[in-house]
């Protein structure tokens, strides 16, 4: 996808070299920590997706993070402060040409997003890309490069390791800038979906609900964050190269809980899954290409009332 240099004021922070650390799951209690112990073993063998569905089937309730192919987090620490755009933006912007490509990706959706709130008469807040290496913190609490890129809702942050664009072209077969460029549109959906309080909604919903409910209604976000992340390449569809769509598809089907199951476990167990299978993934992301419309995005059906 042929995007053009990031804008340098975008919100972007970096933490790579700040020594991170775990603190951020000190409040979490029992669940967060057992599952950080089992985080090194998990990772060693399935990467960064499979430590995603182990979270994603710990870890369902609340308003935690929200992952490209996880679950949830305990609420801990806050993510360091820096100033925003300007020097800051380009220093982190260009250490590396995956830092530069997430930028922008990060700020296309930026100005996608804008201009699609200012047509509806609604207010944009943009979210803040962090980037950060093996360990970091956000306000989620911890964040761990085995875990993928995720969401912030409670400091509307974007978290990044981007060795995790090496993982998914060589251990996923899913390269290609597009699928690079998914994985940042695909988080900046959530981040829509925070600003329009359908996240607020779902956590609600969840928590009144069954495991296996609250289960439906995590696939019916993530599935939206996809449609989303469609849209904003519709939206700059004159970018888009021949072989894009395909890279796209790739990289969804990869991430798909029915895949990710049957590699991690040997087993799919549909009643856990939290993401969509890789079938639905890939429909909800076409889906979104092809009408460029965010109202067609509705994967609830009528289930947030």
């Known amino acids: 996808m042929r995007l053009d240099d990031f804008d340098p004021n975008i ?11 775990f603190s951020g799951f000190g409040g979490g209690g029992g669940g967060g920590g057992l599952l950080l112990a089992f985080l090194p073993m998990i990772f060693s063998r399935f990467g960064c997706f499979g430590v995603a569905i182990a979270a994603g089937l710990f870890l369902v309730f ?3 993070l929200q992952m490209l192919g996880g ?6 620490s806050s ?9 800051t933006a ?3 912007c260009t250490v590396d040409a995956a830092s530069k490509a997430a930028c922008n990706a990060f700020s296309s959706a930026d100005k996608t997003w804008a201009a699609i709130f200012a047509q509806n008469g609604k207010q944009f807040e943009q979210p803040k890309l962090w ?4 360990n970091g913190q956000s306000g989620c609490g911890a964040a761990q490069s085995a875990m993928g890129p995720f969401y912030c809702p409670q400091d509307q942050g974007i978290y990044l390791d981007t060795d995790f664009f090496q993982e998914l072209a060589q ?3 899913a390269s290609g800038d597009f699928a690079q460029d998914y994985v940042i549109a695909h988080e900046f959906g959530h981040h829509i979906q925070n600003l329009l309080g359908t996240s607020d909604r779902v956590s609600s919903l969840q928590r009144r609900s069954s495991a296996t409910d609250g289960n439906k209604l995590s696939v019916m976000l993530e599935l939206q964050a996809d449609c989303f992340a469609g849209v904003w390449a519709a939206k700059n569809r004159d970018r888009m190269d021949p072989d894009d769509l395909g890279e796209g598809m790739t990289a969804a089907k990869a991430i798909g809980d029915d895949t990710l199951q049957r590699e991690m476990q040997g087993r799919v167990v549909p009643d856990s899954f939290t993401h969509g299978t890789s079938e639905q993934r890939m429909t909800w992301l076409k889906r979104g290409i092809d009408t460029g419309d965010p109202s067609q995005c509705d994967t609830f059906n009528g289930a947030l009332g």
């Open 62 to 64: 609340g308003g935690g």
């Open 131 to 134: 980037f950060y290496s093996g």
């Open 171 to 173: 251990k996923f077969r």
């Open 71 to 76: 679950g949830g987090a305990p609420i801990g």
């Open 90 to 92: 380009t220093k982190a």
């Open 79 to 87: 993510a360091p402060t820096e100033s925003r755009g300007g020097t």
């Open 11 to 21: 919100n972007v922070g970096d933490q790579r070299g700040s020594g991170g650390g």
